[in-house]
């Protein structure tokens, strides 16, 4: 659609009577949001690319890392954490650049970087003979932890801005369902990035991989070319020094003590849910006794119980209220986990990772939904960087997960750390009560 026919919807939207006759058409089916916003439309076709891009990336290392270092299972689940340690120093700084500068040329420059940097690495496995025994060549364990490390300054820089770009393409009224649609991304490329990646080491090995990467990351680029930011909201307060402005958005959050609670309960995802993925390589050849194919389909059941969960939040909504159901969703990914570590059978526990993978995707949304819907959009950026902090603690508890299966077992670790994470999942659904109450 174009720009003319957007600005006079909106125009239109002033009225009451078009604005209900439209509220209860976009109701009906979240999914028309893509059609009638254009810079929405490129955005979200945009973050598939991202998120396949990091799946393929997260994917692909674990097994090169699991091959280069003969199965070690503490550095195959310590690598891909990195991505993620970047974000605790980062992170905030990131926020206050989201309220500063352009979020369009930030996302730009950046993929444009993760881009040269998947093609340098590619051409440094191509130059190992993977297949050797010993491996030869100028790779080394330790390469892909650099990889990772430049691909999370990246993550760490665009996360915060993606999001906050979402509320700058669709007017307040259709944020709902913009985010729901915009997370659909994640489980669609959650089954298609691991297949992908999977399918590719099998037959043609890894250096592919970094290649498909790198041109997911191009794209993008060009996707944001065309895309203007058309419903950012400009602040008329005069500018402060950056770490003035980082402390405006830290006590921000800490007064409004509804994202306070939001963010808390995050924390159990990103210690939980995440290093699961980072260590299905793992589970997947000890417990399960499978390889990089069959770690692919597991890696995609997670992304296709998110899918499910997508078309049904875009197509009817919320049932009851948003901040109950995302509780939900944070109880019931604990249960499935906690089931999954009992589980030595491949088909239960593709089935079980589905059931996580649903409880995953209503939690995420539900969750990122409320908070983007308090926040005003001048603290937006900030905001955000804040609410994604939590995934810089995601390598310490991999470490600790992967250190725990290291002298113990896959199976005995996420048993554990399922139980716990379950406990704290309930307290929070008891104690939380505004959050619980929000619609």
Known sequence: ????????????????????????????????????????????????????????????????????TDGNALLTGTVVGVRTLPVLL????????????DRRKIVMITQFCMAAAAITFAFLVIATDLDSDPISGPLKWWHPFIY??????????????????????????????????????????????????????????????????????????????????????????????????????????????RILQLIIMSLIPNFLFQPLAFLLPVFTT????????????????????????????????????KGLVTFLGLVGGCVFILAFAQSHWFITSMFLLGGLGFCQYIFRVGNSTLLQTIVPDELRGRVMSIYFLDNGLTPLATLLISLLVHIWSPSGAFSVVAGVALVLAVVQLISFRSVRQLE
């Open 148 to 257: 990772m490390a430049i691909g999370g300054i990246a993550h760490s820089i665009i996360q915060p801005v993606r999001q906050a770009m979402v509320a700058n393409t669709v007017p307040r009224h259709d944020l709902a369902s913009a985010l729901a649609l915009n997370g659909m991304a994640h489980p669609t490329m959650r089954i298609i990035g691991p297949a992908l990646g999977g399918l590719l080491i099998a037959t043609l090995g890894f250096k592919w991989n970094f290649f498909v990467e790198a041109a997911a990351y191009i794209a993008i680029v060009l996707l944001m070319f065309p895309v203007k930011l058309r419903y950012r909201e400009e602040s008329n307060r005069q500018r402060t020094s950056a770490i003035k402005s980082m402390a405006e958005g830290l006590r921000f959050v800490w007064q409004e003590k």
């Open 1 to 68: 659609m174009s720009s003319d026919v957007t600005k006079t919807d909106f125009c239109a939207d002033q009225t009451g009577s078009a604005n209900s006759r439209r509220a209860r058409f976009v109701r009906t089916s979240s999914f028309y949001t893509v059609k009638l916003y254009r810079d929405f439309r490129f955005l979200w076709v945009g973050n598939f690319f991202t998120v396949g891009a990091q799946w393929i990336q997260i994917l692909t290392i674990g097994w090169l890392v699991l091959k280069l």
């Open 286 to 321: 000890e417990v399960l006794h499978r390889g990089a194919g069959s770690g692919g389909l597991l890696a995609a059941a997670i992304g296709g119980g998110g899918i499910i969960a997508a078309v049904i939040i875009a197509s009817i909504g919320y049932v009851f209220r």
């Open 90 to 101: 980062i992170g905030p700084w990131a926020g206050v650049l989201a309220d500063r500068a």
